[in-house]
């Protein structure tokens, strides 16, 4: 396939992980010309699979969870032809295990939002009556009539009355999954604009999980995308600085070379925009602060009968470190700790954090015991995500620059969203417009 013949013009991204990919599709699909530039041997940035040797097969750096309000990332993955690899919930339903409890579930409804995730709450058996009363200040906290500037996520709950299992059960997971750090350290216009968002839609709470390894969703559909239409890909070249002669904006690369378009987009990951650009472009990436995920993945001599987890395989642990367990299959679990800097995980060794994910999952999984386990994996990503608090938000840097062939694209610029896969696809998204709109 060729850009057939478009004479739409070329543009160079810099950056190869989701944002820069996302933004050379959208791109291309237009008919423009695209030259990406990807400093590592591989595509996929924060989000990749890779090979075990010992196991004789890929794993993915972290377990990636989406959401129906991802609506971005769909538009990409219909693009690339990976949308039906994607596994939707019908309705938002988390299982939670808990330590001398049985299984709490929690559902939505089948009403519209936001009746559905309240009447969801309201049945939960985890609130107490006064509990469930102040679940009635949901739409209250969405409607943020008192103003969110410089408050916190913990500051809004607390103000709403969302306390005891109200966080223990709900905020508290919910926040920690999506900004990868504790409510007090978010800010709380994010919070609200999420909730208003995810609640415009019926589906918008729904989790969803990648059905294959992430590789094989959002990555190598993407790069056939690509190749396909004539773009080019180099791998293993790193970009390092930007100049201006007479005429033009340019990029160099590692190796000297000078690279021209008639567009440029940065896909840099927040900790690597500074070394190429300094603080040019009002950009404050060197004051975001990083959280770092631990994923720990357990194997099993023998398969437990009765594994608990939704339709998509997966529970909530609460009380403990861990937060998360996936069931891969019968005789594989992966675990997931979110924000484990903070609780001290990051530094621990491998052999301790599996054995502190060990013991946690023998005190409230019913039927999993340590000596069950034949081998681990552990996976630390120190800077998966930046801390989204009420100051990082003030330094995400706008989609357009004041170089009018010049625009930002990453998790990290001002999307509104949290550091994930969305914001990421986002902020291509609007680049890929702009860069549209400005070439009419
Ligand atoms: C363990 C883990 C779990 C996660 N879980 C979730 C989840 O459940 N849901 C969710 O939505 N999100 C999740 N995320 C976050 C999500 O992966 C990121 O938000 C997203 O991948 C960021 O994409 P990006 O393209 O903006 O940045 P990056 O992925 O960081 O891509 C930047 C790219 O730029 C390249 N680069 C850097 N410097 C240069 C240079 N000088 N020249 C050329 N190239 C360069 C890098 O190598 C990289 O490929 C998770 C992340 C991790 C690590």
């Known amino acids: 396939m060729t850009n057939g013949g478009s ?85 938002l339903r988390i299982d ?68 005891g299992n109200l966080r223990k059960y709900f905020w508290d997971p919910f926040i920690l999954a999506v900004f990868n750090t504790e409510p007090r350290n978010v800010a709380a216009s994010l919070l609200t604009d999420l909730l208003s968002g995810s609640m415009a839609d019926s589906r918008g709470f729904t989790l969803v999980l990648p059905g294959k390894d992430l590789n094989k969703v959002f990555i190598e559909p993407a790069e056939h995308f690509l190749l396909d239409r004539n773009c080019e890909i180099h791998k293993s070249t790193r970009i390092t600085g930007y100049d201006m002669d007479e005429r033009m904006n340019y990029l160099t690369t590692d190796d000297t070379k000078m690279i021209f378009a008639e567009y440029y987009i940065s896909a840099l990951p927040f900790f690597g925009f500074s070394d190429v650009f300094g603080n040019r472009f009002g950009s404050g990436s060197e004051k975001l602060r990083t959280s770092s995920i631990v994923s720990v993945h357990l194997f099993l001599k023998h398969r437990i009968a009765g594994l608990p987890g939704d339709d998509l395989g997966m529970a909530g642990l609460i009380g403990t470190r861990t937060q998360w367990l996936f069931r891969k299959s019968d005789d594989h679990l992966s675990l997931v700790i979110s924000g484990s800097d903070a609780l001290g995980v990051t530094k621990m060794k491998n052999e301790e954090i599996a054995a502190m994910c060990i013991s946690e999952l023998a005190s409230c999984l019913k039927g999993f015991e340590a000596d069950n386990v034949s081998d681990f994996r552990v996976i630390k990503e120190k ?58």
Not at 103 to 121: F, Q, R, V
Not at 124 to 142: A, H, T, Y
Not at 416 to 428: F, K, N, Q
């Open 7 to 91: 004479a739409k013009g070329e543009v160079a991204v810099i950056g190869g992980g989701i944002a820069g990919l996302s933004a050379a599709v959208f791109l291309a699909e237009k008919g423009y010309r695209i030259r990406l530039y990807e400093a590592s041997p591989k595509l996929g940035g924060r989000a990749y699979s890779f090979f075990d040797k010992d196991k004789g097969r890929f794993f993915d750096n972290g377990q990636h969870l989406l959401a129906g309000w991802y609506k971005d990332t769909i538009r990409y993955l219909k693009i690339i032809g990976s949308y039906d690899m994607l596994e939707f919930q019908e309705r």
């Open 96 to 163: 939670y295990l808990e330590k001398g409890q049985g299984m709490l579930s929690l559902s939505s409804t089948g009403l519209k939002p936001p009746a559905n995730l309240l009447t969801g709450l309201l049945r939960f058996k985890g609130f107490d009556l006064k509990e469930k009363m102040k679940l009635f200040n949901l739409r209250k906290i969405m409607k943020n009539e008192a103003g969110t500037d410089g408050i916190t996520a913990e500051d809004l709950l607390e103000a709403h009355g969302q306390s």
């Open 383 to 440: 800077r998966a995500t930046f801390i989204p608090d009420t100051e990082s938000i003030k330094h995400r840097p706008s989609q357009r620059t004041e170089a009018d062939n010049f625009f930002i694209a990453g998790d990290w610029t001002d999307t509104g969203l949290p550091s994930t896969i969305e914001g990421a696809v986002r902020s291509a998204s609007v680049c890929a417009m702009m860069i549209d709109e400005n070439s009419k």
